[in-house]
């Protein structure tokens, strides 16, 4: 027996009793875009799966192949009525049993999927103001690079930049640089540069921002460098934007007094969905 909010049930009316993505973050996942039927950048998410999984010593079953988990995902969407735009997440998780040692390195895995408003990328219009988070730090670390079930950085952050009235908040690492936002990495324009930081700074291994590197390294005059950014680095920059798979480019507005434009942010989010109805 259990005690569930103060109702004692039989254990096994509940399955999060044994699971051990609740019990210890044991699980790591994909949020995926799928647009008229098809997973955007589906190759990239995939290996980046299957690395993640060997990273945390999760036995990858013969079964997940590309093709396998694409026709999971799209069958889930199509009988959810969904398939013409669309978010899933791939959750895999280790299988129950063990405290901090586990039983066994097998693995389940859930699949989920909600509608998605648009079809193409676009930029929010509005004010888009950020602050950086310090309560805690991202350490520089292989961890840190992928998706786990432990994102309580994320989410204190979250709480921390609706209670201030920010729309994100950049993390910082255990050097006091900054890594990403909340929700997707981050890029910074100086000029001609465009600027990222270093997946070795301990920012996610993120699928859009391949995109977006690759992209970037095609428009005329604009410099692609991989480099630390520090706080006062945001202060000279002259545009600051985030991005994932699901929002696609995100222009900052504002960071404490300084405004940022969005030029370069533009013109790479028409290339995008222009690289994406392409293909």
């Given at each position: 027996?259990?005690?569930?909010?103060?109702?004692?049930?039989e254990?096994n009316?509940?399955?999060?009793t044994?699971n051990?993505a609740?019990?210890y973050?044991d699980?790591?996942f994909?949020?995926?875009?799928?647009?008229?039927?098809?997973?955007?950048?589906?190759?990239?998410?995939?290996?980046?799966?299957?690395?993640?999984?060997?990273?945390?010593?999760?036995?990858?079953?013969?079964?997940?192949?590309?093709?396998?988990?694409?026709?999971q995902?799209?069958?889930?969407?199509?009988?959810n009525?969904?398939?013409?735009?669309?978010?899933?997440?791939?959750?895999v998780?280790?299988?129950?049993g063990?405290?901090?040692?586990?039983?066994t390195n097998?693995?389940?895995?859930?699949?989920?999927?909600?509608?998605l408003?648009?079809?193409?990328?676009?930029?929010k219009?509005?004010?888009?103001?950020?602050?950086?988070?310090?309560d805690?730090?991202?350490?520089?670390q292989?961890?840190?690079?992928?998706?786990?079930?432990?994102?309580?950085i994320?989410?204190?952050?979250?709480?921390?930049?609706?209670?201030?009235?920010?729309?994100?908040?950049?993390?910082?690492?255990?050097?006091?640089?900054?890594?990403?936002g909340?929700?997707?990495?981050?890029?910074m324009?100086?000029?001609?540069k465009?600027?990222?930081?270093?997946?070795?700074e301990?920012?996610?291994?993120?699928?859009m921002?391949?995109?977006?590197?690759?992209?970037?390294?095609?428009?005329?005059?604009i410099?692609?460098?991989?480099?630390i950014?520090?706080?006062?680095?945001?202060?000279k920059?002259?545009?600051?934007?985030?991005?994932n798979v699901?929002?696609g480019?995100?222009?900052i507005?504002?960071?404490?007094?300084?405004?940022?434009?969005?030029?370069l942010?533009h013109?790479?989010?028409?290339?995008?969905?222009?690289?994406?109805?392409?293909?």
């Amino acid at each position: 027996m259990i005690n569930f909010n103060g109702n004692i049930v039989e254990q096994n009316d509940n399955i999060l009793t044994q699971n051990r993505a609740f019990l210890y973050g044991d699980g790591v996942f994909e949020t995926l875009k799928i647009v008229n039927n098809k997973i955007l950048f589906l190759e990239d998410h995939y290996f980046r799966l299957m690395a993640s999984m060997r990273v945390v010593r999760m036995e990858i079953p013969m079964n997940f192949t590309m093709e396998f988990l694409e026709e999971q995902v799209l069958s889930l969407v199509q009988q959810n009525g969904i398939s013409a735009s669309a978010r899933a997440r791939i959750t895999v998780f280790r299988n129950d049993g063990g405290l901090y040692l586990p039983k066994t390195n097998e693995v389940s895995y859930l699949i989920h999927a909600t509608p998605l408003e648009n079809v193409v990328y676009a930029l929010k219009s509005g004010e888009y103001e950020v602050d950086l988070y310090k309560d805690f730090y991202v350490t520089k670390q292989l961890l840190s690079s992928i998706k786990t079930t432990n994102k309580m950085i994320n989410v204190t952050g979250s709480v921390f930049a609706h209670e201030n009235g920010l729309a994100n908040c950049l993390l910082i690492n255990d050097t006091k640089n900054v890594v990403e936002g909340l929700q997707g990495n981050l890029f910074m324009v100086v000029g001609k540069k465009l600027i990222t930081p270093p997946i070795s700074e301990g920012c996610l291994n993120g699928v859009m921002r391949k995109q977006i590197l690759a992209l970037a390294k095609k428009v005329e005059g604009i410099e692609v460098h991989e480099e630390i950014i520090s706080p006062f680095d945001l202060q000279k920059a002259d545009e600051l934007f985030l991005t994932n798979v699901i929002m696609g480019i995100q222009p900052i507005t504002k960071y404490r007094k300084k405004e940022f434009t969005s030029n370069l942010a533009h013109l790479l989010l028409q290339k995008l969905n222009e690289s994406i109805s392409e293909n």
